[in-house]
């Protein structure tokens, strides 16, 4: 079983960046799609990124396409979601996840998830 670690989430004024990471660790990733997903107080878990286990292939949310980029190091275990240009509605906690699906969009599609990081942009 896999286990997966979010790091990197802070706080930031709007128009800054931040890198977060997803540490796996139990097995290798590296034959898995990984996604980022994020939900906001009160609100819905949401796609925001994901990325093919060869990392040739990412797909976004159109409300992050052009400002969030992802990333993978199969070397590493380890899958990146850089955030530039972060606005105040991109405030959630953010969750990295793991399924064998490609491509995947819904929650439902994916069977490993991690804990979360939380990133608060302000104003």
């Known amino acids: 079983q896999v286990q997966l670690v979010e790091s990197g989430g802070g706080l930031v004024q709007a128009g800054g960046s931040l890198r977060l990471s997803c540490a796996a660790s139990g097995r290798t990733v590296s034959s898995y799609t990984m996604g980022w997903f994020r939900q906001a107080a009160g609100k819905e878990r949401e796609f925001v990124a994901g990325i093919s286990w060869s990392g040739g292939r990412t797909y976004y949310a159109d409300s992050v396409k052009g400002r969030f980029t992802i990333s993978r190091d199969n070397a590493k275990n380890t899958v990146y979601l850089q955030m530039n240009s972060l606005k105040p509605e991109d405030t959630a906690v953010y969750y990295c996840?793991?399924?064998?699906?490609?491509?995947?969009?819904?929650?439902?599609?994916?069977?490993?998830w991690g804990q979360g990081t939380q990133v608060t942009v302000s104003s």
């Open positions: 996840a793991e399924t064998r699906r490609m491509p995947a969009m819904e929650v439902s599609e994916y069977q490993y």
